[in-house]
């Protein structure tokens, strides 16, 4: 089970490989094949220039050093195309490892655009972070490193076996026994090394994990004087950690000096039987010299490939985790309707190449007809029942229209299901009961791309991005204009903390927007949506944050922003949302009253008691 | 700077030394082995004496049998050492860290810290394991080889006198050039990373607004950058192999050359000749290693400046000699407190200005105003979690600095704005603000702070485990429970910094009047954005932009205070005007 899951990976790795650089990788191999040999070769060569050409001259008055020089000239030939060899070999795995080291790193983040929201919300930011970071570095390691120096030594090997064979049969049936021991103790030691450096990785996982926790919430363990139990806290798991990696290390360590030390028994035991076989004639003295050779020559190269394992072992590990991400099943999109530019013509709607500012859905149906409904921004719940999991319902039968242009609230304890609401229009999670329509369209048939586009976004979260202020106002339309930001800007009212920064619209902002307070981060998401000007607007307690006097300036600019839009506004403020057209009151996933703010206090219910803060509903 | 770092070896110190003795000694048999190696073909086969073979194998095989002994033997210490010397830094820079300031926190961030303990200890680690390796091997092989090389042709050991430092200076040259590159390299990686973090934290914007075409692109050019810049730092490293083998293989013809001269020249045998091309492998073996962890010392020297800003960083606060430890009351006062915060971006801007202020022990005492107005700076130098730049700020009538600070923050409690909660249960969250807290303890303090009711609803009520950062409670839950663990430190002061602004009003107000009614000795300061968090409070503080701008109960500055005023008329009007209408 385990192997073959293992060979499968190694096979998909080989795929890449093979896939864009199936040349090179031919030049790869057989410039190792000949960068091998050649070192095999000049391993023997000194025996050879010894006994054919130095023993001969020895004791001659007036030696010719002509072939010597010959000899040692071609030698020095071969050295040379090995040199090169080794050189190209290098280079273009270079080329080889990062290629594939790009495309796989390319592969995983656009996969991961395609991801559904359910796959990001499950998982911890840093698990995902580290399949970028950790498990494609131990990757290129195995990539530029070890495979290389496997398959060499491999080579090596193999020439040095056919070497030997071509010798004597027996010594190296005694050699191959000592490889067998050898195989032996370093599945022993490499059995333990790897169960070690599993447990290593998993305290790693560990200690990593609540240093984050602890930099995350350090101020709070300053306020709480919790210092001391929490370096308790972490030297036991610092304590374990480096227990574990003691007996990793140590198995890793010592694997090395014992498969060189069997080699070196070996080589006894060669010796041995082999002057035994010399004194009874059956050996040349030469023969038992060069066997001996081979076998320090044998040794070398398996001492290497030993030394290797552990890290393909844990490159093949983070390749698992690799293809876990590229594997992962992406959002599925059985949308046909799609957005389309439109003009008026004859008071019909037809689609047009030029922006006019007028949208239209597409709509193909079964016969071949293609009709177009005009973009308007009525949003329908029917019946909705929603959960995160199939068992557990959040929401239940939500049935609410929004008329084009306007502006429906959620109020509610938190928990009752508001922002799930949201999460369900722009299908960031599907329905499992009833229908969502938008503009009398089954959001179900609409492409997410455009319906997404349609709808604009200011949530509790602002996710700033690393560059410049205008940049990241500018993600509401990449194609905006200066204007158009300043516009967007000026509109949410977030122009006038923006000129008092030192760059102005230039300052760049780093991280999730750090020196930024928690009501200029809004303002800048609010500005952003204002660029996007989408026909329905969803805010996410978008004003939660921004003090009363700033909100009642951002709630100026709403208002205009609001203007002609369908609006979803969830806000734990009900002064800002007063002026709705449709309050509904949320309770445990339940619309329990729904109106306008004059028709729910006067019916003296839910609402009122929240408004007067006469009633608790939570 | 490796100096600075190599004391926190500390109780390992034993296994970092006997790792090289172990090492030397293990390159001793490496150069024994084969010398005995030589004799079996050249004495013992050459005469087929299979008892002088026998001798000697029985020699070599206690000689492998050391080998291995003294090989495993500093394969363990070295491992003990450097993994011990990695729990070390860790444990170093997380305790001093433990002892930094608000102010020294603020110096770095979050992530840096994380990077600095995690990848930055293993790369010093992995570069403390060569060197207390692989530095002594290199260079003992060497002297060793030469030596021996010397003892058999002073004139062919010339030949690596000559080769030796020029090989060395072409390696070092190779390194000096790449470091630069990989220097790049690294930054490039960083940003890579900071593109995937980024994206990955903003995934529903990127969905929201259908931007997965532009961060694919974003994340093509640094990917591209990173493929680019890797591949230029390799390519010149790639000339290490090529540069080694040269060399090597220019030794060996000329050896062989110069070798068999002296042979037929009488002064030299064919067995020695072998040895000696035997040796000049070690020679360049021992050359590569050193190369290879000069590489190594060369990329780990960024991380061992950034951890050594970590454990040389100052921490900013102190505790004076003899402070005192006994807070009377929870009275507090600021005379003439002015502050500034000592970053780079607000060095020259006064963040409060000339705040005096007056607060009676038990007092409910609110602040409003608006973002950027410093109400938090305000509240913060109460426990001391800042010093003040001018005038004192006095807690009980003694002046903050005068105390034993973890005696203050025992009295002072504070609800942080942004209010942390651990993974693991309620109950161990809750028991941050008292270890020794019983289960009644923990309920009445969830009780007052509202928080009682929704726990108990939960399927294992306070054994629920909370996920790292709390996010499987919803947001007024969470300040609720952070509320309830500031209470069970029963403190003299207890400070909320706008931390029921996720929960409702109704709760809100239900949160207050406990707050009223069981614990009405301890005096409240609360920070808010809603004017009906404070309005009952017996003295409320207008802050504008690091002045106060009015004090006075809401009645009094309804009339005099134009802010105030206006925040409470956006936020009141419109419900009078529908209860009028009622």
Same mark, same amino acid.
């Given at each position: ?10 096979? $998909? ?34 025996? /050879? ?55 796989? $790193? ?28 950790? =498990? ?10 070890? %495979? ?94 480096? =227990? ?31 002057? %035994? ?16 050779? /081979? ?28 293809? +876990? ?8 999109? +059985? ?64 049935? @609410? ?112 927007? +750090? ?31 921004? =003090? ?25 403020? @009900? ?11 949320? =309770? ?19 609402? /009122? ?10 | ?25 293990? #390159? ?60 070390? *830094? ?14 020294? !926190? ?43 090389? *010397? ?43 900071? #593109? ?87 020679? *360049? ?19 061992? &400046? ?37 970053? &780079? ?120 485990? *909370? ?58 300061? !609360? ?56």
């Amino acid at each position: 089970m385990q192997k073959t899951k293992k060979s499968k990976t190694i096979k $998909r790795l080989l795929k890449y490989v093979t896939k864009g650089y199936k040349g090179q990788l031919i030049v790869v191999l057989v410039s190792i094949i000949i960068s091998a040999l050649v070192g095999v070769l000049g391993a023997q060569f000194i025996k /050879y220039l010894i006994d054919d050409f130095i023993t001969p001259l020895l004791g001659n008055q007036n030696p010719d050093f002509s072939a010597l020089l010959n000899v040692i000239m071609m030698m020095g030939v071969i050295y040379l195309v090995g040199v090169l060899c080794t050189y190209i070999y290098n280079r273009l795995m270079i080329n080889i490892s990062q290629g594939v080291l790009n495309e796989i $790193r390319k592969q995983m983040f656009n996969h991961m655009q395609k991801l559904p929201i359910k796959y990001f919300d499950t998982r911890s930011h840093g698990e995902i972070m580290s399949t970028y970071t950790n =498990d494609v570095d131990t990757l290129r390691q195995m990539l530029s490193q070890s %495979i290389p120096q496997v398959f060499s030594a491999c080579v090596s090997m193999v020439a040095v076996l056919i070497a030997m064979f071509a010798t004597n049969l027996y010594l190296t049936l005694v050699v191959l026994a000592m490889v067998v021991l050898m195989i032996f103790v370093s599945r022993y030691l490499g059995g333990n090394s790897s169960r070690f450096f599993v447990k290593q990785q998993e305290d790693i996982g560990k200690v990593d994990g609540y240093i984050e926790e602890m930099m995350e919430g350090q101020k709070v363990v300053k306020v709480f004087n919790y210092e001391e139990e929490s370096k308790k806290r972490f030297d036991e798991l610092n304590e374990q950690l480096c =227990d574990s990696m003691t007996k990793a290390n140590m198995y890793a360590n010592i694997l090395m000096p014992c498969i060189m030390n069997i080699g070196n028994l070996g080589y006894v035991l060669v010796a041995v039987i082999g002057g %035994i076989l010399s004194v009874n004639g059956i050996l040349t003295i030469g023969s038992i010299a060069a066997f001996l050779q /081979y076998v320090k020559a044998f040794t070398n190269p398996l001492g290497q490939v030993s030394q290797q394992m552990n890290s393909i072992v844990m490159a093949l590990a983070g390749a698992e985790r690799i293809f +876990e991400l590229i594997d992962q099943e992406v959002e599925q999109d +059985e949308g046909y309707v799609s957005l389309v530019n439109a003009k008026i013509e004859d008071g019909k709607v037809v689609e047009t190449e030029e922006r006019t500012g007028i949208w239209a859905w597409k709509h193909p149906h079964k016969d071949g007809r293609i009709t177009f409904t005009r973009l308007r921004g009525q949003v329908e719940f029917e019946n909705v029942q929603f959960g995160y999991q199939e068992n557990k319902r959040i929401l239940h039968d939500i049935t @609410l229209m929004a008329r084009e242009g306007q502006k429906v609230s959620f109020v509610g304890a938190t928990g009752a299901g508001k922002t799930t609401i949201t999460n369900l229009i722009n299908r960031f999670y599907d329905i499992q009961e009833g229908k969502i329509r938008y503009d009398r369209i089954n959001i179900r048939k609409i492409k997410k791309d455009d319906l997404r586009r349609s709808l604009g976004m200011v949530l509790q979260d602002t996710s700033l991005f690393t560059g410049t202020i205008k940049d990241n106002i500018k993600y509401g339309k990449l194609d905006a204009t200066d204007e158009e930001v300043y516009e967007a800007a000026k509109l949410s009212n977030a122009d006038k903390f923006i000129k008092h920064l030192p760059n102005g619209y230039d300052t760049v902002i780093t991280g999730n927007g +750090e020196g930024l307070s928690q009501g200029q981060r809004q303002l800048l998401s609010i500005a952003r949506a204002a660029l996007n000007n989408p026909p329905v607007l969803i805010l996410d307690e978008a004003t939660s944050s921004i =003090d009363t006097r700033t909100e009642k300036i951002v709630q100026e600019g709403m208002d205009k922003l609001m203007k002609g839009r369908t609006v979803f506004v969830i806000a734990h403020r @009900l002064s800002t949302i007063k002026n709705s057209d449709l309050i509904m009151v949320l =309770d445990h996933g339940r619309i329990i009253e729904r109106g306008n703010h004059q028709e729910l206090i006067a019916k003296k219910g839910t609402y /009122y008691g929240l408004y007067t803060g006469a009633i608790e509903i939570d | 700077m490796f100096k600075k770092l190599s004391k926190y070896v500390k109780e390992y110190k034993k296994d970092a030394i006997l790792t090289p003795i172990f090492v030397i000694l293990e #390159v001793v048999m490496e150069v024994v082995i084969p010398l005995l190696m030589a004799r079996i073909i050249d004495v013992g086969i050459q005469n087929g004496d299979v008892k002088y073979i026998v001798e000697i194998g029985g020699l070599l095989i206690v000689c492998a049998i050391l080998s291995l002994t003294f090989g495993m033997l500093s394969g363990r210490f070295a491992a003990k050492a450097s993994a011990g010397y990695a729990k070390n *830094l860790r444990k170093e820079m997380f305790h001093k860290i433990q002892d930094y300031s608000f102010e020294n !926190i603020d110096k770095f961030s979050t992530s840096s810290l994380v990077t600095r303990m995690t990848t930055d200890v293993t790369n010093v680690q992995m570069a403390f394991q060569m060197i207390i390796r692989i530095l002594v091997r290199g260079p003992i092989m060497m002297i060793f080889a030469l030596l021996m090389v *010397l003892s058999i042709s002073t004139k062919l050991s010339t030949i690596f006198f000559v080769a030796i430092p020029v090989l060395g200076v072409v390696l070092y040259y190779i390194a000096i050039k790449a470091h630069p590159n990989f220097e790049r390299v690294f930054k490039k990686y960083d940003k890579l990373n900071r #593109v995937v973090q980024e994206n990955v934290s903003a995934i529903r914007v990127v969905k929201a607004f259908v931007r997965e075409d532009h961060e694919e692109e974003k994340f093509k050019e640094v990917n591209d950058e990173v493929y680019r810049d890797f591949k230029k730092a390799e390519k010149i490293v790639a000339f290490n192999g090529p540069a080694m083998q040269i060399t090597i293989y220019t030794c060996i013809l000329l050896i062989s050359w110069i070798g068999s001269q002296l042979i037929v020249g009488g002064t030299m045998q064919t067995g020695e000749l072998s040895s000696i091309i035997t040796y000049a492998w070690q020679i *360049l073996a021992s050359l590569m290693m050193l190369s290879f962890v000069f590489v190594m010392v060369i990329m780990a020297q960024s991380s061992a &400046e950034r951890i050594l800003e970590v454990i040389e960083e100052e921490p900013s606060l102190k505790n004076k000699e003899n402070p005192v430890t006994k807070i009377k009351d929870g009275s507090i006062k600021f005379e003439d407190v002015s502050f500034v915060y000592s970053d &780079e971006e607000n060095k020259n801007k006064y963040s409060l200005q000339n705040i005096n202020l007056d607060i009676k022990a038990g007092e409910t005492v609110g602040i409003i105003g608006g973002t950027g107005s410093s109400k938090s700076t305000l509240v913060q130098l109460i426990p001391r979690l800042y010093d003040v730049t001018k005038g004192s700020v006095k807690v009980g009538g003694i002046d903050v600095r005068n105390y034993d600070i973890h005696a203050l923050r025992e009295e002072v409690a504070m609800v942080l704005q942004k209010n942390v909660l651990f993974s693991g249960t309620i109950a161990e969250n809750l028991r941050w603000g008292d270890k020794s807290a019983d289960q009644e303890d923990l309920e009445e303090a969830c009780k007052l702070a509202q928080a009682d009711g929704f726990i108990k609803e939960f399927p294992s009520k306070y054994e629920t485990v *909370l996920d790292q950062g709390g996010t499987n409670v919803s947001g007024g839950q969470k300040q609720r429970i952070c509320i309830a663990r500031a209470i069970l430190k029963q403190p003299k002061i207890l400070i909320l910094d706008d931390s029921t602004s996720a929960v409702d009003t109704k709760t809100d107000a239900l949160i207050r009047k406990a707050f009223r009614e069981k614990i009405p000795n301890t005096t409240k300061i !609360i920070i808010a954005q809603r004017v009906s968090s404070v309005e009952d409070a017996d003295k409320i503080i207008v802050l504008n932009e690091g002045r106060i701008n009015g004090i006075g109960t809401s009645e009094e500055l309804l009339k005099t205070n134009n802010i105030y005023r206006e925040v409470y008329e956006s936020q009141m009007k419109g419900g009078d005007e529908e209860d009028a209408e009622n």
